[in-house]
């Protein structure tokens, strides 16, 4: 009897359970921050009678992810003529340096043409069809990440072809009020890195725009629709807005967060966890010790990080098929960490460790990357993680200053 008692007592808590949860469903919840998609579908004004061209990727969305292609091809009052994709492409199926073809957008049948690869600006015959250049892109907040170059080569099209250019803001997910690193050494200008701006510059991609526009002379007819509710502090997660992968490698915000650091690695033969689940958060190759490494780098006490050993197999990229050795990042307090000492104090630890196996790649990707010789040259002379980051810190600091006049949050 007691049995039997029991079951019919659990059975009614769960059905009551059920009743009150169909009864009072979960509420969805409304995003904080409305991206400059949205502010501009409420402003057509700029784009009446206009042919629009556009610059976006699958991040290009509203807070409900519907495509900023979809909103302006199925508005009445906007005439969408032409889509302009980057690296990656407009829908994002190519992976990193993987050159992109011009084709048909099978959705709407507009014209898709590709600026990265051989081409990297619009050129007038890409233009012939556009009024207007929208650029509405999600951004990571990092120098060596490509779609601000695509941005601004997009610019400069538009001041040659006097285009307007209208940026549709969206948030910077490491916040507004992060700026680490060294500021970019105009003799290691490339594709991921063309201007002198730190590594980790704490500006939305509108704020960059302006930046550009008036500190290098680009000189567009530009106009940045601004989001309504970001505020500086905000990390991605803070915005209410679903996070869509920018790039194949990028695929959460806490990717984005450590990506600034990690990316360095790129530059080395030690695998930056491309070809697993955690790329840029899984480090290593089969040369290291996951407990040695773990354990060194923990014993320096970087600010809001700790360290996992960690073994992995990438499926592509470095080490492919070879189990790795290494950590994985746990980044604890995201105001506190500071991604490129980070990476800079992993590089050297591995340098320091295993100076046998570890090396720079030759191609002088690394310094593209850093924007500069001398962090190599400071890693292979053996000076210390402080004396390397009080060298870019009085660059960080002439550099907010001038920041400062484009902020627009």
């Not at 940026?167 to 290691?188: A, H, I, M």
Request: aromatic share 10%.
């Amino acid at each position: 009897m007691k049995k039997q008692a029991f079951w019919l007592i659990t059975g009614l808590v769960v059905l009551s359970t059920l009743t009150a949860a169909a009864a009072y469903p979960e509420k969805e919840k409304k995003a904080k921050v409305s991206p400059g998609i949205e502010v501009l579908i409420e402003k057509k004004r700029f784009l009446k009678g206009k042919k629009v061209g556009l610059i976006t990727n699958p991040t290009g969305v509203n807070a409900e992810l519907t495509s900023s292609i979809d909103l302006l091809y199925q508005d009445r009052d906007i005439e969408l003529t032409a889509l302009f994709g980057p690296e990656h492409g407009v829908r994002g199926d190519a992976q990193a340096g993987d050159e992109v073809e011009s084709y048909i957008d099978e959705k709407t049948g507009l014209p898709v043409y590709s600026l990265y690869g051989d081409t990297k600006k619009p050129t007038p015959e890409m233009l012939k069809n556009v009024d207007v250049l929208l650029f509405d892109i999600q951004d990571v907040g990092t120098r060596f990440y490509t779609y601000i170059y695509t941005m601004a080569y997009a610019m400069e099209a538009a001041k040659e072809n006097d285009i307007p250019f209208i940026v549709l803001d969206r948030p910077n997910p490491q916040s507004g009020t992060k700026v680490e690193g060294p500021v970019l050494d105009p003799d290691y200008s490339s594709f991921i890195g063309r201007y002198p701006i730190p590594l980790i510059h704490g500006m939305t991609a509108g704020e960059l725009a302006k930046f550009f526009t008036r500190e290098f002379d680009i000189g567009a007819d530009l106009t940045v629709i601004k989001m309504k509710g970001w505020k500086r502090k905000m990390f991605f997660e803070d915005t209410g807005l679903p996070f869509v992968l920018p790039s194949p490698n990028m695929p959460t915000a806490d990717t984005s967060i450590v990506y600034p650091g990690t990316g360095l690695i790129e530059g080395t033969n030690v695998s930056e966890g491309r070809g697993t689940t955690k790329p840029f958060e899984l480090i290593g190759a089969p040369y290291m010790k996951s407990t040695e490494l773990a354990d060194k780098l923990n014993s320096l006490k970087l600010p809001g990080v700790v360290f996992r050993a960690a073994s992995f197999t990438p499926t592509f990229s470095k080490h492919q098929n070879k189990l790795c050795h290494g950590v994985e990042l746990y980044v604890k307090n995201r105001t506190a960490f500071q991604p490129v000492k980070t990476g800079i104090a992993i590089i050297k630890t591995i340098h320091d460790l295993y100076p046998n196996d570890f090396e720079f790649l030759p191609n002088s990707h690394f310094n593209r990357l850093i924007g500069n010789g001398w962090v190599k040259t400071m890693i292979e002379q053996g000076a210390s993680l402080d004396d390397t980051v009080a060298k870019y810190e009085a660059e960080q600091k002439r550099f907010m200053n001038v920041r400062n006049k484009y902020l627009l949050y």
